[in-house]
């Protein structure tokens, strides 16, 4: 575990208002597509959750993210979208992990984070528990997914405030993440 000091603050702020950005967006795109029976409505409580986190981080450090004209391109086959969104919502979480460390006050997110992660991960279990194409496509598209993982997680690791955690935070990161991806059965080996 790495212990960061509250100087580290503006920049998790910042990171998760960005990493709240995305989800929202993304959870907004994801509910054009066609989705399973009962995901619908939690990407609905989901949209209005992560709007609410993004007011919140936008009025403690006193900035209003960018709006998105059109939404972004997000996978059409359910097996790619729900990775796509667990994917997400697991590097949401490990921010909201670290967040909690200089901000305990914030600990309803991570817990919102924790329901989230939670709910995409059962469905990426009844995807895998279907076998065939769809699973074999979400392993596939896991594994493409965790291919762009670091160079994300380098960029949301950027700044001076985080240096000197940035190896370290890294690999806490990657390694939490690669964690839940081999538990859950979307990776049999180590990737890295």
């Not at 993304?26 to 409505?41: E, H, I, M, N, T």
């Not at 059109?70 to 992990?97: C, D, M, N």
Request: charged share 30%; net charge negative; hydrophobic share 45%.
């Amino acid at each position: 575990m790495v212990t960061l000091p509250s100087s580290c603050e503006p920049a998790l702020l910042e990171r998760f208002l960005k990493a709240e950005a995305m989800a929202l967006w993304s959870v907004r795109a994801a509910q054009v597509r066609d989705v399973p029976p009962g995901v619908l409505a939690f990407l609905r409580r989901h949209e209005e959750e992560e709007a609410e986190h993004l007011r919140e981080f936008e009025a403690r450090l006193g900035v209003i993210s960018h709006t998105r004209e059109k939404l972004p391109r997000v996978p059409s086959q359910w097996w790619a979208l729900v990775i796509h969104l667990y994917g997400y919502e697991t590097l949401g979480l490990e921010f909201a992990k670290l967040l909690v460390q200089v901000q305990p006050e914030l600990q309803s997110i991570l817990d919102d984070e924790t329901v989230h992660v939670g709910f995409f991960e059962d469905e990426v279990r009844k995807v895998l528990a279907q076998e065939g194409r769809g699973a074999t496509e979400a392993r596939k598209s896991a594994q493409a997914w965790w291919r762009r993982l670091p160079p994300t997680v380098d960029r949301y690791l950027e700044g001076e405030q985080l240096a000197p955690y940035r190896i370290d935070l890294k690999r806490l990161i990657l390694d939490s993440i690669e964690e839940r991806f081999t538990n859950i059965g979307l990776f049999n080996a180590v990737l890295r």
